[in-house]
Protein backbone atom coordinates (compact mmCIF):
# COMPACT_ATOMS: atom_id res chain seq x y z
CA UNK A 1 0.00 0.00 0.00
CA UNK A 2 1.35 3.34 -0.78
CA UNK A 3 2.80 5.56 1.66
CA UNK A 4 0.06 8.27 0.85
CA UNK A 5 -2.23 6.77 2.52
CA UNK A 6 0.14 5.64 5.36
CA UNK A 7 0.24 9.49 5.93
CA UNK A 8 -3.24 9.89 5.31
CA UNK A 9 -4.35 7.41 7.84
CA UNK A 10 -1.60 8.93 10.18
CA UNK A 11 -2.80 12.42 10.01
CA UNK A 12 -6.77 11.49 10.87
CA UNK A 13 -5.16 10.67 14.37
CA UNK A 14 -4.27 14.14 15.26
CA UNK A 15 -4.79 14.16 19.05
CA UNK A 16 -4.53 17.89 19.09
CA UNK A 17 -7.50 18.90 17.06
CA UNK A 18 -11.09 18.55 17.93
CA UNK A 19 -13.73 17.29 15.90
CA UNK A 20 -15.77 20.06 14.07
CA UNK A 21 -19.74 19.67 14.56
CA UNK A 22 -21.17 16.98 11.96
CA UNK A 23 -17.91 15.86 11.61
CA UNK A 24 -18.39 12.06 9.81
CA UNK A 25 -15.92 10.46 11.66
CA UNK A 26 -17.62 11.22 15.23
CA UNK A 27 -18.98 8.50 17.47
CA UNK A 28 -21.44 8.62 19.91
CA UNK A 29 -19.94 6.78 22.98
CA UNK A 30 -22.98 8.05 25.55
CA UNK A 31 -23.89 4.51 26.08
CA UNK A 32 -20.16 3.31 27.52
CA UNK A 33 -19.91 6.69 29.04
CA UNK A 34 -22.83 6.92 31.52
CA UNK A 35 -25.33 8.26 29.45
CA UNK A 36 -24.00 11.50 28.83
CA UNK A 37 -25.56 13.85 26.46
CA UNK A 38 -24.37 17.25 26.44
CA UNK A 39 -27.26 18.81 24.36
CA UNK A 40 -29.22 17.38 27.38
CA UNK A 41 -26.99 17.95 30.19
CA UNK A 42 -25.85 21.40 29.22
CA UNK A 43 -28.24 22.62 26.22
CA UNK A 44 -31.62 21.96 27.62
CA UNK A 45 -30.64 24.64 30.45
CA UNK A 46 -29.73 26.96 28.37
CA UNK A 47 -32.64 26.86 26.34
CA UNK A 48 -35.12 26.40 28.86
CA UNK A 49 -34.21 28.69 31.26
CA UNK A 50 -35.57 32.45 31.95
CA UNK A 51 -32.99 33.76 33.68
CA UNK A 52 -29.16 33.34 32.68
CA UNK A 53 -27.44 30.09 33.56
CA UNK A 54 -23.71 29.77 34.24
CA UNK A 55 -22.82 26.15 33.93
CA UNK A 56 -19.20 23.77 34.22
CA UNK A 57 -18.23 21.25 32.20
CA UNK A 58 -15.39 18.74 33.19
CA UNK A 59 -13.45 15.68 32.52
CA UNK A 60 -10.22 14.37 31.60
CA UNK A 61 -8.10 16.73 29.36
CA UNK A 62 -8.19 15.09 25.72
CA UNK A 63 -10.64 12.93 27.12
CA UNK A 64 -13.24 14.68 24.05
CA UNK A 65 -14.98 18.02 26.17
CA UNK A 66 -14.11 20.32 22.73
CA UNK A 67 -15.61 18.03 20.01
CA UNK A 68 -18.57 17.61 22.60
CA UNK A 69 -19.39 21.61 22.93
CA UNK A 70 -18.73 22.40 19.57
CA UNK A 71 -21.59 19.74 18.65
CA UNK A 72 -23.50 21.98 21.57
CA UNK A 73 -22.47 25.37 19.62
CA UNK A 74 -23.72 23.61 16.76
CA UNK A 75 -27.44 22.40 18.54
CA UNK A 76 -28.14 25.64 20.31
CA UNK A 77 -27.56 27.86 17.07
CA UNK A 78 -29.66 25.86 15.56
CA UNK A 79 -31.86 26.24 18.21
CA UNK A 80 -31.95 29.98 17.95
CA UNK A 81 -28.97 30.68 19.90
CA UNK A 82 -25.97 33.05 18.92
CA UNK A 83 -22.75 31.02 20.13
CA UNK A 84 -19.30 32.55 20.84
CA UNK A 85 -16.93 29.53 21.64
CA UNK A 86 -13.42 30.03 22.17
CA UNK A 87 -10.39 27.82 23.76
CA UNK A 88 -9.04 30.32 25.83
CA UNK A 89 -5.63 29.08 26.06
CA UNK A 90 -4.59 29.33 22.83
CA UNK A 91 -4.42 33.06 22.50
CA UNK A 92 -4.93 34.38 26.01
CA UNK A 93 -4.47 32.26 28.52
CA UNK A 94 -0.93 29.97 29.78
CA UNK A 95 -2.28 27.07 31.94
CA UNK A 96 0.73 27.06 33.86
CA UNK A 97 0.31 30.47 35.36
CA UNK A 98 -3.33 31.78 34.94
CA UNK A 99 -5.55 34.17 37.23
CA UNK A 100 -8.99 35.19 36.80
CA UNK A 101 -8.10 38.39 35.26
CA UNK A 102 -6.44 36.52 32.65
CA UNK A 103 -10.05 35.02 32.02
CA UNK A 104 -11.76 38.23 32.19
CA UNK A 105 -9.80 39.94 29.50
CA UNK A 106 -10.04 36.49 27.14
CA UNK A 107 -13.65 36.59 27.35
CA UNK A 108 -14.11 40.29 26.48
CA UNK A 109 -11.49 40.05 23.49
CA UNK A 110 -13.46 37.11 21.83
CA UNK A 111 -16.82 38.40 22.39
CA UNK A 112 -15.62 41.82 21.60
CA UNK A 113 -14.39 39.53 17.84
CA UNK A 114 -17.42 37.74 18.00
CA UNK A 115 -20.04 40.26 18.14
CA UNK A 116 -19.37 42.24 15.08
CA UNK A 117 -22.83 43.95 14.99
CA UNK A 118 -22.98 45.54 18.27
CA UNK A 119 -21.04 48.71 19.84
CA UNK A 120 -17.52 48.13 21.16
CA UNK A 121 -18.13 51.83 22.73
CA UNK A 122 -18.00 50.50 26.43
CA UNK A 123 -15.20 48.47 25.79
CA UNK A 124 -12.93 50.88 24.36
CA UNK A 125 -14.19 53.65 26.44
CA UNK A 126 -12.79 51.50 29.32
CA UNK A 127 -9.11 50.75 27.44
CA UNK A 128 -8.93 54.48 26.52
CA UNK A 129 -8.91 55.24 30.56
CA UNK A 130 -6.67 52.71 31.14
CA UNK A 131 -4.32 53.57 27.68
CA UNK A 132 -1.17 55.47 29.60
CA UNK A 133 -0.90 52.59 31.87
CA UNK A 134 -1.24 49.82 29.61
CA UNK A 135 0.70 51.44 26.02
CA UNK A 136 3.70 50.76 27.51
CA UNK A 137 3.12 46.95 28.47
CA UNK A 138 4.25 45.85 24.57
CA UNK A 139 1.17 47.33 22.80
CA UNK A 140 2.23 50.90 21.43
CA UNK A 141 3.07 54.55 21.80
CA UNK A 142 0.35 55.69 19.30
CA UNK A 143 -2.24 58.21 20.88
CA UNK A 144 -5.78 56.00 21.44
CA UNK A 145 -7.78 59.01 20.26
CA UNK A 146 -5.94 58.57 16.65
CA UNK A 147 -6.60 55.03 16.52
CA UNK A 148 -9.34 53.85 14.05
CA UNK A 149 -12.25 51.32 16.05
CA UNK A 150 -10.35 48.65 14.07
CA UNK A 151 -7.23 49.30 15.68
CA UNK A 152 -8.76 50.19 18.84
CA UNK A 153 -9.94 46.39 19.00
CA UNK A 154 -6.83 45.15 18.27
CA UNK A 155 -5.04 46.72 20.88
CA UNK A 156 -7.33 44.96 23.35
CA UNK A 157 -6.39 41.51 21.34
CA UNK A 158 -2.76 42.60 21.97
CA UNK A 159 -2.85 43.32 25.38
CA UNK A 160 -4.36 39.55 26.08
CA UNK A 161 -2.16 38.30 24.50
CA UNK A 162 0.67 39.58 25.54
CA UNK A 163 -0.42 37.71 29.07
CA UNK A 164 -0.45 34.84 26.88
CA UNK A 165 2.93 35.39 24.88
CA UNK A 166 5.00 37.29 27.11
CA UNK A 167 5.81 36.03 30.67
CA UNK A 168 8.02 39.23 31.99
CA UNK A 169 4.88 41.71 30.91
CA UNK A 170 2.09 39.43 32.84
CA UNK A 171 2.19 39.99 35.99
CA UNK A 172 2.58 44.14 35.16
CA UNK A 173 -0.71 43.93 33.47
CA UNK A 174 -2.32 42.29 35.45
CA UNK A 175 -1.05 44.32 38.44
CA UNK A 176 -3.10 47.52 36.08
CA UNK A 177 -6.18 45.64 34.93
CA UNK A 178 -6.98 44.05 38.79
CA UNK A 179 -8.25 47.47 40.05
CA UNK A 180 -10.68 47.90 37.46
CA UNK A 181 -11.67 44.64 37.19
CA UNK A 182 -15.43 45.44 37.87
CA UNK A 183 -15.54 48.28 35.66
CA UNK A 184 -14.56 46.19 32.76
CA UNK A 185 -16.86 43.42 33.99
CA UNK A 186 -19.79 46.30 33.77
CA UNK A 187 -18.47 47.82 30.15
CA UNK A 188 -18.47 44.06 29.04
CA UNK A 189 -22.30 43.77 29.77
CA UNK A 190 -22.83 46.98 28.47
CA UNK A 191 -21.68 45.37 25.64
CA UNK A 192 -23.23 42.15 25.96
CA UNK A 193 -26.96 43.81 26.44
CA UNK A 194 -26.48 45.96 22.87
CA UNK A 195 -25.57 42.47 21.31
CA UNK A 196 -28.79 41.18 22.48
CA UNK A 197 -30.95 43.84 21.63
CA UNK A 198 -29.26 43.46 17.99
CA UNK A 199 -29.37 39.90 17.35
CA UNK A 200 -29.75 38.59 14.17
CA UNK A 201 -33.58 37.67 13.14
CA UNK A 202 -34.23 34.12 14.43
CA UNK A 203 -31.78 34.13 17.73
CA UNK A 204 -33.31 34.51 21.00
CA UNK A 205 -30.08 33.98 23.10
CA UNK A 206 -26.58 34.99 23.75
CA UNK A 207 -24.00 32.18 24.56
CA UNK A 208 -20.30 32.31 25.78
CA UNK A 209 -18.49 28.80 26.15
CA UNK A 210 -14.89 29.21 27.30
CA UNK A 211 -13.45 26.06 26.57
CA UNK A 212 -9.68 24.78 28.21
CA UNK A 213 -9.66 25.86 31.48
CA UNK A 214 -9.82 22.79 32.66
CA UNK A 215 -5.72 22.86 31.75
CA UNK A 216 -5.06 25.68 34.54
CA UNK A 217 -2.96 23.59 36.51
CA UNK A 218 -3.75 23.75 40.62
CA UNK A 219 -0.38 26.26 41.52
CA UNK A 220 -1.13 26.16 45.47
CA UNK A 221 -1.56 29.25 47.35
CA UNK A 222 -1.82 29.81 51.18
CA UNK A 223 -3.97 27.93 53.91
CA UNK A 224 -4.00 24.84 51.43
CA UNK A 225 -5.90 26.61 48.69
CA UNK A 226 -4.83 26.19 44.91
CA UNK A 227 -5.38 28.58 42.31
CA UNK A 228 -8.76 26.50 41.49
CA UNK A 229 -10.46 28.00 44.35
CA UNK A 230 -9.59 31.89 43.72
CA UNK A 231 -10.70 31.39 40.11
CA UNK A 232 -13.92 29.54 40.25
CA UNK A 233 -14.80 29.80 44.08
CA UNK A 234 -13.34 33.33 45.24
CA UNK A 235 -14.41 34.95 41.89
CA UNK A 236 -17.82 33.00 41.17
CA UNK A 237 -19.89 36.07 41.13
CA UNK A 238 -17.80 37.99 38.48
CA UNK A 239 -18.03 34.47 36.69
CA UNK A 240 -21.43 34.51 37.13
CA UNK A 241 -21.71 38.14 36.30
CA UNK A 242 -21.84 38.26 32.28
CA UNK A 243 -25.19 39.08 30.98
CA UNK A 244 -25.28 36.24 28.79
CA UNK A 245 -25.84 32.37 29.27
CA UNK A 246 -22.05 30.75 30.04
CA UNK A 247 -20.41 27.87 30.10
CA UNK A 248 -16.41 27.17 31.90
CA UNK A 249 -14.72 24.20 31.45
CA UNK A 250 -13.10 23.58 34.99
CA UNK A 251 -10.51 21.13 35.98
CA UNK A 252 -11.93 17.70 36.64
CA UNK A 253 -9.79 17.60 40.03
CA UNK A 254 -11.48 20.24 41.73
CA UNK A 255 -14.69 18.61 41.27
CA UNK A 256 -13.21 15.73 43.25
CA UNK A 257 -12.19 18.30 45.91
CA UNK A 258 -13.38 19.22 49.60
CA UNK A 259 -14.87 22.23 47.57
CA UNK A 260 -17.39 20.32 45.55
CA UNK A 261 -20.43 21.40 47.49
CA UNK A 262 -19.49 24.83 46.81
CA UNK A 263 -19.26 24.66 42.98
CA UNK A 264 -22.34 22.87 43.34
CA UNK A 265 -24.38 25.44 45.43
CA UNK A 266 -23.16 28.38 43.14
CA UNK A 267 -22.87 26.70 39.61
CA UNK A 268 -25.29 23.95 40.01
CA UNK A 269 -24.06 20.30 39.69
CA UNK A 270 -20.94 20.45 37.03
CA UNK A 271 -21.13 18.19 34.30
CA UNK A 272 -18.81 15.48 33.96
CA UNK A 273 -17.55 13.99 30.59
CA UNK A 274 -16.03 10.36 31.88
CA UNK A 275 -13.82 7.89 29.88
CA UNK A 276 -15.13 5.37 27.70
CA UNK A 277 -15.64 2.17 29.81
CA UNK A 278 -12.68 -0.79 27.94
CA UNK A 279 -12.54 -2.10 31.27
CA UNK A 280 -15.44 -3.14 34.18
CA UNK A 281 -14.57 -2.59 37.55
CA UNK A 282 -14.03 -5.96 38.05
CA UNK A 283 -10.93 -5.81 35.34
CA UNK A 284 -12.46 -7.97 32.41
CA UNK A 285 -12.72 -6.37 29.36
CA UNK A 286 -16.09 -4.30 28.67
CA UNK A 287 -16.71 -5.45 25.16
CA UNK A 288 -18.81 -2.76 24.16
CA UNK A 289 -16.47 -0.31 25.29
CA UNK A 290 -13.77 -1.47 22.96
CA UNK A 291 -16.30 -1.59 20.51
CA UNK A 292 -16.44 2.16 20.88
CA UNK A 293 -12.92 2.47 20.36
CA UNK A 294 -12.71 0.30 17.33
CA UNK A 295 -14.96 2.57 15.28
CA UNK A 296 -14.06 5.63 16.42
CA UNK A 297 -10.63 3.84 14.98
CA UNK A 298 -12.96 2.63 11.96
CA UNK A 299 -14.02 5.89 10.97
CA UNK A 300 -11.01 7.80 11.49
CA UNK A 301 -9.46 5.65 8.18
CA UNK A 302 -12.84 5.96 6.53
CA UNK A 303 -11.68 3.19 3.71
CA UNK A 304 -14.45 1.25 2.94
CA UNK A 305 -12.38 -0.68 0.74
CA UNK A 306 -10.05 -1.94 3.59
CA UNK A 307 -10.43 -4.34 6.38
CA UNK A 308 -9.47 -3.30 9.72
CA UNK A 309 -7.65 -6.68 9.89
CA UNK A 310 -5.61 -7.57 8.32
CA UNK A 311 -5.02 -4.23 5.61
CA UNK A 312 -4.76 -1.90 8.66
CA UNK A 313 -3.54 -4.09 12.11
CA UNK A 314 -2.02 -7.15 11.52
CA UNK A 315 -4.06 -8.81 14.00
CA UNK A 316 -7.46 -8.27 15.98
CA UNK A 317 -5.42 -9.39 19.36
CA UNK A 318 -2.59 -6.01 18.59
CA UNK A 319 -6.02 -3.48 17.78
CA UNK A 320 -7.84 -4.82 21.09
CA UNK A 321 -4.48 -4.13 22.93
CA UNK A 322 -4.25 -0.80 21.46
CA UNK A 323 -7.96 -0.38 22.49
CA UNK A 324 -7.66 -1.20 26.00
CA UNK A 325 -4.61 0.66 26.64
CA UNK A 326 -5.92 3.92 25.69
CA UNK A 327 -7.79 3.52 28.56
CA UNK A 328 -10.57 4.68 26.93
CA UNK A 329 -9.08 8.35 26.82
CA UNK A 330 -9.18 9.69 22.87
CA UNK A 331 -6.17 11.50 23.52
CA UNK A 332 -4.20 8.46 24.39
CA UNK A 333 -5.31 6.48 21.63
CA UNK A 334 -4.95 8.83 18.75
CA UNK A 335 -1.12 9.53 20.64
CA UNK A 336 -1.11 5.26 20.78
CA UNK A 337 -2.39 4.95 17.25
CA UNK A 338 0.43 7.93 15.48
CA UNK A 339 3.38 6.28 17.93
CA UNK A 340 3.02 2.91 16.11
CA UNK A 341 2.20 4.17 12.38
CA UNK A 342 5.79 5.77 13.27
CA UNK A 343 6.88 2.24 13.66
CA UNK A 344 6.41 1.00 10.50
CA UNK A 345 6.71 1.58 7.07
CA UNK A 346 4.05 0.34 5.43
CA UNK A 347 0.82 -1.33 6.57
CA UNK A 348 -0.49 -3.00 8.24
CA UNK A 349 0.57 -1.97 12.02
CA UNK A 350 2.39 -4.71 13.06
CA UNK A 351 1.64 -5.91 16.91
CA UNK A 352 5.51 -4.79 17.17
CA UNK A 353 4.91 -1.64 16.56
CA UNK A 354 1.40 -1.52 18.53
CA UNK A 355 3.94 -3.14 21.58
CA UNK A 356 6.55 -0.12 21.06
CA UNK A 357 4.35 2.42 21.18
CA UNK A 358 2.84 1.39 24.45
CA UNK A 359 6.03 0.76 25.89
CA UNK A 360 6.63 4.44 24.75
CA UNK A 361 3.45 5.55 26.44
CA UNK A 362 4.52 3.68 29.39
CA UNK A 363 7.85 5.10 30.00
CA UNK A 364 5.92 8.99 29.64
CA UNK A 365 3.77 7.72 32.82
CA UNK A 366 6.52 6.10 34.70
CA UNK A 367 8.41 9.27 34.44
CA UNK A 368 5.22 11.41 35.67
CA UNK A 369 4.42 9.20 38.85
CA UNK A 370 6.44 10.60 41.54
CA UNK A 371 8.01 7.75 44.56
CA UNK A 372 5.38 8.27 46.65
CA UNK A 373 2.74 7.94 44.53
CA UNK A 374 2.53 4.23 43.54
CA UNK A 375 1.27 3.38 46.85
CA UNK A 376 -1.67 5.50 46.34
CA UNK A 377 -1.85 4.11 42.62
CA UNK A 378 -1.86 0.36 44.11
CA UNK A 379 -5.08 1.23 46.43
CA UNK A 380 -6.99 3.16 43.54
CA UNK A 381 -6.54 -0.09 42.01
CA UNK A 382 -7.39 -2.43 44.16
CA UNK A 383 -10.53 -0.24 46.02
CA UNK A 384 -11.82 1.25 42.50
CA UNK A 385 -12.45 4.54 44.64
CA UNK A 386 -10.18 7.86 45.37
CA UNK A 387 -10.13 9.89 48.48
CA UNK A 388 -10.75 12.86 48.98
CA UNK A 389 -7.46 13.97 49.26
CA UNK A 390 -4.93 16.61 47.44
CA UNK A 391 -2.72 13.93 46.49
CA UNK A 392 -5.62 11.80 44.39
CA UNK A 393 -6.86 15.05 42.94
CA UNK A 394 -2.91 15.61 41.39
CA UNK A 395 -3.76 11.52 40.25
CA UNK A 396 -6.70 12.79 38.04
CA UNK A 397 -5.38 15.99 36.88
CA UNK A 398 -2.28 13.93 35.54
CA UNK A 399 -4.70 11.41 33.95
CA UNK A 400 -2.82 9.00 35.91
CA UNK A 401 -6.13 7.77 37.74
CA UNK A 402 -9.18 7.75 35.36
CA UNK A 403 -13.35 8.13 36.02
CA UNK A 404 -15.61 5.69 34.49
CA UNK A 405 -19.15 5.73 35.17
CA UNK A 406 -21.76 2.68 34.78
CA UNK A 407 -25.55 1.77 35.57
CA UNK A 408 -25.94 -0.90 38.31
CA UNK A 409 -28.74 -3.75 38.69
CA UNK A 410 -30.84 -0.91 39.67
CA UNK A 411 -30.32 1.43 37.28
CA UNK A 412 -27.82 3.67 39.71
CA UNK A 413 -25.02 5.73 37.84
CA UNK A 414 -22.37 4.69 39.40
CA UNK A 415 -18.90 6.23 39.47
CA UNK A 416 -15.79 4.81 39.43
CA UNK A 417 -12.03 4.79 39.49
CA UNK A 418 -9.10 3.06 38.17
CA UNK A 419 -5.44 3.41 37.01
CA UNK A 420 -4.35 3.72 33.42
CA UNK A 421 -3.95 0.70 31.95
CA UNK A 422 -0.20 2.14 30.76
CA UNK A 423 0.20 2.03 34.39
CA UNK A 424 -0.31 -1.19 34.91
CA UNK A 425 2.73 -3.30 34.07
CA UNK A 426 5.29 -0.96 35.00
CA UNK A 427 7.08 -2.38 37.44
CA UNK A 428 6.94 0.06 40.40
CA UNK A 429 3.22 -0.36 40.16
CA UNK A 430 3.63 -3.99 40.68
CA UNK A 431 6.08 -3.60 43.58
CA UNK A 432 3.21 -1.39 45.43
CA UNK A 433 0.03 -3.69 44.27
CA UNK A 434 1.87 -6.59 46.08
CA UNK A 435 3.22 -4.63 49.33
CA UNK A 436 -0.41 -3.95 49.32
CA UNK A 437 -1.49 -7.14 49.18
CA UNK A 438 1.00 -8.21 51.63
CA UNK A 439 0.42 -5.74 54.22
CA UNK A 440 -3.46 -6.66 53.61
CA UNK A 441 -2.56 -10.47 54.35
CA UNK A 442 -0.30 -9.92 57.27
CA UNK A 443 -3.56 -8.12 59.21
Known sequence: MSQDLLTQI???????EPLPAGDPAYVDCAEVRGDTNILVDLGNKILRSDRMVCQLYTGHRGGGKSTELLRLKDHLE??????????ADEDDIDPEDAEYTDILLSCTRHLLEGLKDADPTPILGWLRDRWNDLKDLALTEISFEKLSVEAQITQFAKLTASIRAIPSERQKIREKVNPHTITLLNALNEFIDDAKRKLPKGKTHLVAIADNLDRIVPIPKDHGRTI???IFLDRAQQLQGLNCHVIYTIPISMVYSSRASDLRDIYGDPQILPMVMVQTPKGETDEAGIAKIIEIITKRINKADLNLVPDIFGSMQGLQRLCLMSGGHVRNLMLL???AIDYIDALPITDKAIQRSITQAKDTYRR??????WELLAKVARDKQIDNAEDYRKLLFNRCVLQYVYFDDEGELQ???????????????KDASAELAKAKKEQ
Not at 10 to 16: E, M
Not at 368 to 373: F, G, L, N, P, S
Open 10 to 16: YNSFDPF
Open 78 to 87: KKGCLVVYFA
Open 228 to 230: HDE
Open 337 to 339: MRS
Open 368 to 373: TVEQEE
Open 415 to 429: PWYDVHPLIKSIQQF
